[in-house]
């Protein structure tokens, strides 16, 4: 092999390294069949929600994913793959569910690492459906607030019992 090539493919790895190791999310995804116009808008969507779509030969990601530990991520590669990458845990998720759900037959999410733990394609697309961390904040928030509400309702029902006038009077 000219070590010119070799030289390059050794760069190659050494990018896709680096932006593993800043990742906190990363998701290895199907496309085949996509137009350019198609992956030019899922790369900008993805951009808005901090995460980077890479495309490289299966063979360079796979030695970039195990170099960092990430060898989970293995199996994953066959047929046209693409490194859906974040610094933030969970970014990008609901971008990718929502392109998958668009694109049935020509993308989809074959499984990632979020964290250093391995979640297979159910479990992102599951992650997906929470809306990222503001959606999974904001969801965490109204499942803790619900028994306070329902108790201040109970109590608001209970004094207009015993006291119909000064629950009314209360409550204006």
Not at 9 to 14: D, I, R, Y
Not at 93 to 102: I, Q, T
Not at 131 to 145: I, K, M
């Amino acid at each position: 092999m000219n070590q010119q090539i070799l030289a390059e493919k050794k760069e190659v790895v050494a990018k896709l390294n680096d932006i593993l190791k800043a990742s906190h999310t990363t998701v290895v995804v199907s496309y085949s069949a996509l137009s350019v116009a198609e992956v030019n808008q899922l790369r900008i969507d993805l951009k808005k929600a901090g995460a980077k779509l890479s495309v490289q030969k299966n063979t360079l990601m796979k030695k970039a994913v195990d170099e960092d530990g990430l060898s989970e991520l293995d199996d994953l590669f066959k047929g046209p793959s693409a490194l859906v990458t974040a610094d933030e845990a969970g970014a990008g998720l609901e971008v990718l569910g929502d392109f998958a759900k668009a694109h049935k037959k020509t993308f989809t999410v074959k499984g990632g690492m979020l964290d250093g733990t391995f979640c297979n394609a159910d479990q992102l697309n599951d992650l997906a459906s929470v809306g990222g961390r503001d959606g999974a904040l904001a969801r965490l928030l109204s499942v803790l607030e619900a028994p306070l509400v329902q108790f201040a309702l109970t109590a608001k029902e209970v004094g207009k019992k015993n006291d119909p006038e000064g629950a009314s009077a209360l409550a204006e």
